[in-house]
């Protein structure tokens, strides 16, 4: 099992900035694609950002331009730097991992989420 924690939500005006961390444990033989989701009240949860372990990359255009997604393959972990936030990225932010316990199959793993709020 791949076990994800994420940390960096808060509180932020609008036009503020904040840095979403999430860091993969566990039984982990290899990871895919890592990335961001997120979700807000009464609606579907929604791509934000992806990356894979070469370094692909393919954001949502809502946040296209304004966040950026950084991996760093030797520690396992993820960031989503936010910045130029609008009230509409409002929403429980979820990281995504696509990984391999032992090599043999793929499975999504999710984060517990963390909560964005922006003031307008």
């Known amino acids: 099992q791949v076990q994800l924690v994420e940390s960096g939500g808060g509180l932020v005006q609008a036009g503020g900035s904040l840095r979403l961390s999430c860091a993969a444990s566990?039984?982990?033989?290899?990871?895919?694609?890592m990335g961001w989701y997120r979700q807000a009240p009464g609606k579907q949860r929604e791509l934000v950002a992806t990356i894979t372990r070469g370094g692909r990359l393919n954001y949502a255009d809502s946040v296209q331009g304004r966040f950026t997604i950084s991996r760093d393959n030797a520690k396992n972990t993820v960031a989503l730097q936010m910045n130029s936030l609008k009230p509409e990225d409002t929403a429980v932010y979820y990281c995504?991992?696509?990984?391999?316990?032992?090599?043999?199959?793929?499975?999504?793993?999710w984060g517990q989420g963390t909560q964005v709020t922006v003031s307008s």
């Open positions: 995504y991992a696509g990984a391999s316990s032992d090599g043999t199959g793929w499975s999504r793993y």
């Open positions: 566990g039984n982990i033989f290899s990871i895919n694609t």
